[in-house]
């Protein structure tokens, strides 16, 4: 077999996969996932005026990235591209705080480092970030903190080829229901970390048209926190 035929097998196989993939009764969760797409470009689109908005447009890209490869049974970069997703959209977050910092990053002076961005002292999922931007998020701030840090660790160690998730991902090309869902279950945290993260820096500060803008994606995803139901309900123009 020469190398042009090797690789038109391999993108059959992809197909094949990708068939299994829409036809697994967790698919849904695929597309439910795919709909974060669509939530974060609204993120994108109301704070369009901050330069930080560019790490989000990262973010999303990564997300979209991770979504394709996890439908062809490329899982183990599926889980690289999420975890860049989680760091790049977090990272945006602590950038609008520090202007510097993104200044120095966007010249290749300042790296991104997962350390930084979760420290429970000033990490961006701290207390001290909801004491600043939203108080009444302050007591929220631990558990979420927690879901982010188990969610980062569960994608590290496919980053990092750690022999405890082999049985996942050592077929490549081989559909797994097993590796498919693990996958869309670490999303799902994942998804609620980003949009949790952006509400508490930005919600008190964004005008009734642009939370209108937010407001569907805000209750599907916060909707459990009374504080976001209230602060919505009290907002003129949004229902």
């Known amino acids: 077999m020469n190398c042009a035929d ?12 990708l068939e299994l993939s ?6 849904v969760a695929q597309a439910e996932s795919h709909q ?11 704070l369009a005026d901050r330069d930080e908005s560019l790490l989000l ?19 183990r970069y599926a889980f690289v591209a999420l975890r860049s997703c989680l760091e790049l959209a977090l990272t945006g977050v602590q950038h609008s705080a520090h202007a510097l910092w993104h200044s120095q990053w966007k010249a290749g002076r300042r790296d991104i480092v997962w350390a930084s961005l979760s420290d429970d002292s000033d990490g961006v999922l701290s207390p001290t970030y909801a004491k600043e931007f939203a108080p009444g998020l302050e007591s929220e701030t ?9 969610a ?5 160690e496919f980053v990092h080829g750690n022999l405890a998730v082999d049985e996942l991902v050592s077929n ?46 805000l209750i599907e995803r916060l909707g459990h926190l009374t504080v ?3 602060f919505l309900s009290q907002t003129p123009g949004v229902s």
Request: aromatic content about 14%; hydrophobic content about 45%; charged content about 20%.
């Open 22 to 27: 829409c036809a697994s009764p967790d698919f």
């Open 172 to 217: 490549v090309y081989v559909f797994s229901q097993n590796s498919f869902k693990r996958w869309h279950e670490v999303a799902e945290n994942v998804q609620f970390v980003i949009v949790f993260a952006l509400a508490m820096r930005f919600l008190s500060r964004l005008d009734s048209t642009q939370l209108a803008v937010l407001e569907q994606c």
């Open 228 to 230: 976001v139901r209230e």
């Open 152 to 156: 980062y660790r569960q994608c590290s």
């Open 57 to 75: 447009k990262k973010a999303q890209a990564e997300f979209q990235v991770a979504l394709s490869l996890l439908s062809i049974g490329s899982y």
């Open 36 to 46: 974060f797409l669509s939530d974060m470009q609204l993120w994108i689109d109301v």
């Open 142 to 150: 631990r558990h979420v903190a927690a879901i982010a840090k188990s």
């Open 6 to 17: 090797y690789y038109r097998n391999l993108y059959r196989r992809q197909g094949e996969i």
